[in-house]
């Protein structure tokens, strides 16, 4: 059975602080996406990486696929409280449906 | 506007009354899916679907029935609803089919959630 861990599961922080969500796996996956979910809503893709030791930005986030491809990590630098919400990584394998991680709930505070 | 829309929105009921949440997409999507989401166990798939009157079983099937009789619509029944089936339920579609080379990108509803008494 595939897994996708993701840690931490929950994140409290101030306004401007920076922080990274990490998403790991023992399965090799030949994309991962992250989506983001505000309360009262569906998930929301934000970015899809494809290649081993890929790095894409959006904005202030900075996504990155492991070289193994078995992992990867958000990084949100100077976080507002817009950014608050549940972070969701999920992973696509060969033949398989999309593998949800249980996702990081991140609050940031003014 | 590309959507996926779910209704209802909020639904509570008892114990063995059987309901549908309707699920319809505007975006000629192959392939839909349901999953359920509880706290501290994430989104599960519960049914999916590849094409019209092509369906199959996810992760947490049992007390779950579904049909695609239309390319837009995917309706999730469920005949004699339990409390343990209370949870907030998403409707999902994508382009691209599981195991399809592609980004699999799944395009979510608003949810419904669904409290079982």
């Known amino acids: 059975t595939q897994l996708l861990e993701q840690s931490p599961q929950f994140l409290s922080i101030q306004e401007g602080e920076n922080l990274t969500v990490y998403c790991n796996s023992s399965s090799v996956f030949s994309s991962l996406q992250w989506y983001r979910q505000e309360p009262g809503e569906g998930p929301v893709l934000l970015v899809t990486v494809v290649t081993g030791g890929e790095v894409k930005k959006l904005k202030r986030l900075t996504f990155q696929f492991g070289d193994a491809r078995k992992d990867s990590s958000l990084h949100i630098t100077a976080a507002q409280p817009g950014d608050t919400g549940l972070y969701l990584c999920a992973g696509e394998a060969a033949g398989t449906a999309l593998i949800f991680g249980k996702g990081t709930t991140l609050s940031v505070s003014s | 506007e590309a959507q996926v829309t779910q209704n209802p929105r909020y639904l509570i009921t008892v114990t063995g009354k059987k309901l549908t949440v309707t699920c319809s997409q505007n975006?000629?999507?192959?392939?839909m899916s349901w999953y359920r989401q509880d706290p501290g166990l994430g989104l599960r798939q519960i049914y999916y679907s590849m094409n019209v009157e092509v369906t199959d079983k996810g992760d947490v099937p049992e007390g779950y029935k579904v049909s695609r009789k239309e390319k837009r619509n995917f309706p999730l029944i469920l005949e004699s609803p339990s409390p343990n089936q209370t949870s907030l339920y998403f409707c999902?579609?994508?382009?691209?089919?599981?195991?399809?080379?592609?980004?699999?990108?799944?395009?979510f509803g608003p949810g419904t959630r669904l409290t079982v008494l």
């Open positions: 999902a579609s994508s382009t691209i089919l599981p195991g399809e080379r592609g980004y699999n990108e799944q395009f």
């Open positions: 975006m000629n999507h192959e392939y």
